[in-house]
Every structure is written in structure tokens, then in C-alpha cells.
């Protein structure tokens, strides 16, 4: 059973440099097992600087039906754990899960870039 039912789309925050890998062989779980979630993209930015160390990341929306395995609530600790979630299974595939954005740290004198929409912010 999901802890979400009513969760249809799941966000995951990623390294630039491996968006290649995941558009093309899907999202693979981490070292323990689990890949990463958000049930809404707003706390993005503050978990990709905050938790991950992440000036510039990638965010991706994942289809719940891509979802085969329980969704349970993340282990944290920190402000945003009311959004925080992880699967314990070993592939998300490509065809459920499509680019939101590439979020590059203004403070450097770079923009963000809305990729899925194809608009651009500063």
C-alpha cells in the first residue's frame, strides 16, 4: 500500500552530469537500495543545497504508476521531511519519469533554466 494514495507524480533531485544516464536507462536506487523522493517540488532547492550539497541540480517528476514497490516516509530530520520519501526498488524506467528543470546557482552569475517547459528565468 502507498502511503500517498492520492500522490500521482513524485519529484527526485539530480546530479546534471547524470541526466544522460537517466533519461536513457532510467533512475537506478542508490547504494542502500532506495531512490530518493519528493511528493511536491518545492522544497527542491532547499533539499539539493541543504541535504545533498547540490549547488546546481537537475529535477525530475516521476509518474506514480512508475512506482512498483511501498513508498514510505523518508528518515530525516530536517524541515522538509514532511515531503520526503523513498522506494525500495532497483529501477524507475525512462519512460515514466521526464525532465522538469536544470536549476544552475544564480550567485555564480548563471540562470536557471526551465528545460521541460522550455522557458527560461532569471
Known sequence: M??????????HIAEIENLRSIIEKGLRASRD????????RVPAAYVAKNQLGLIDYALLSIEGKG???????????EITWPFQRRVKQALIK???????????????????????????KR
Do not use: H, P, Q
Open 2 to 11: 502507498r502511503l500517498n494514495k492520492k500522490v500521482n507524480t513524485y519529484y
Open 33 to 40: 537500495g532506495y531512490i530518493y523522493l519528493l511528493i511536491s
Open 67 to 77: 512506482i512498483i514497490k511501498t513508498i514510505e516516509r523518508d528518515n530525516v530530520g
Open 94 to 120: 525512462s519512460k515514466y519519469i521526464k525532465l522538469v528543470g536544470a536549476y544552475l546557482d544564480e550567485d555564480e552569475g548563471r540562470s536557471s533554466i526551465t528545460l521541460g517547459i522550455g522557458e527560461r
